[in-house]
């Protein structure tokens, strides 16, 4: 009975352990190209389109095409203001719902080709390739499915089967011709997703990018054109052919089979394309500030778009405020009073001396899954431990603002997992004026 007792109480004394070596339940983990997307954060989507010329969100086909000459259009400029604002691609609307295609297409006299900016032969998606490359950024398309030049709605549906079969033709034309002129192509853009497959044409012609909706959707939309994410937003979802190329952030589900991450579009303005009306409706740093947090600090990607003007130019006052913001996250984010890594349930760091604390991000190794389930930060001053925050999921980054405190030290414990946590980054931030 004796060693009975023995042998349970050694038992106990090492099922944590036990615990924490135990492999993980099956996780759903990232591709590298979802990987390198997570890490880059933050991209600039560039709406430009017929719908600029006349003051409107939609294109009803009504301008004619004579009085699209955007003379001054710079590509440099573009990837001048991504750049400011800590954007690491462009996603370039090559044609929106309206059908108008920015490029030499075959498939359209829609186009470039009929416009007198450049006498037909200029091509924006050319432009734009040569200004990324020259200054070491990715390219991302957006390749509208609805089309009403071809008569075509959301999701590349026509109105009958002659229709459809002679429209899926032309628009896989379109999508070779954008995955094969320009370059490596990062994003995809499937707006209002795809009634039909296009896969074969993304794994021969982009098999390092990443997908907005449709078939073979590998990033999410999230559920609105906020900039924010809701919390917890879970990377994992349950495949299911019918309806995966429509999932947002309310069907994140942490026992989910695949890693569909979530992208959070917004606008420096109050819509879409530029307006004639609407340059009071740029938004604050704080605002950008906010819609940071809740974005990349909630673990899902920003895309936050901007909005030439006829000249082709980003607006001045625009381009000033993309690079108040990318100064802000690099004030505030940029560098660290202290940080560290490290896998299990406990991690903790020391300042160099005590100092006022009000902000902490917590990255996960995604590679290795989206394990930590709940968890708490506290720091140490005068002897002892207090809370600062707590939260569900991390994922790729979770960052977490608090009243400024004076901390000796952090930790990070994680009270519930699934496997054991790996911890890529966790980095205190010291208070701002």
Known sequence: MVFLKESAAVLLSILPLIAQAA??????????????????????????????????????????????????????????????????????????????????????????????????????MADLAASCKKAGIGLGVYLSPCDRKHDVEVGGHAKSKAAQAAYEELFRQQLEELLTHYGPIMEVWFDGSLVFDVRDLLVKHAPDAVVFQGPAASIRWVGNEDGTAPYPAWNGAKYDMKT??????????????????????????????????????????????????????????????????????????????????????????????????????????????????????IMEDIAQGERVRTYVVEGRADGAWRELSRGTAIGHKKIDRFLPQIIQSLRLRVTESNGVPKIRRFAAFAAVK
């Not at 995966?244 to 992208?263: H, K």
């Open 23 to 124: 492999p993980p339940l099956a996780l759903a983990l990232p591709s590298k190209a979802q990987l390198r997307w997570q890490d880059a954060e933050v991209g600039m989507f560039i709406h430009f389109a017929p719908n600029t010329w006349f003051d409107n969100e939609g294109d009803d086909l009504s301008l004619p095409l004579a009085k699209i000459n955007p003379t001054e259009l710079d590509t440099d400029q573009w990837v001048k203001v991504a750049k400011d604002m800590g954007a690491k691609h462009i996603v370039f609307v090559a044609k929106h719902v309206g059908g108008f295609c920015w490029w030499q297409t075959k498939t359209t006299d829609y186009s470039v080709r009929s416009i007198p900016w450049r006498a037909g032969k200029g091509d924006v």
């Open 244 to 361: 995966w190329g429509t999932l947002t952030a309310s069907d994140g589900d942490i026992a989910g089979d695949r890693w569909l991450p979530n992208e959070c579009d917004a606008r420096m303005r109050n819509t879409w394309f530029w307006r004639t009306d609407n340059a009071a409706t740029l938004k604050t740093v704080p605002q950008l500030m906010a819609m940071y947090e809740r974005s990349v600090g909630h673990g899902a990607f920003l895309l936050l778009n901007h909005t030439p003007d006829p000249t082709g130019l980003i607006p001045v006052a625009d381009a000033l405020r993309a690079a108040e913001f990318g100064a802000e996250i690099e004030r505030r984010y940029g560098t660290a009073a202290t940080d560290t890594t490290g896998s299990g349930k406990e991690i903790e760091m020391a300042l160099s001396a005590p100092r006022a604390i009000e902000s902490v991000t």
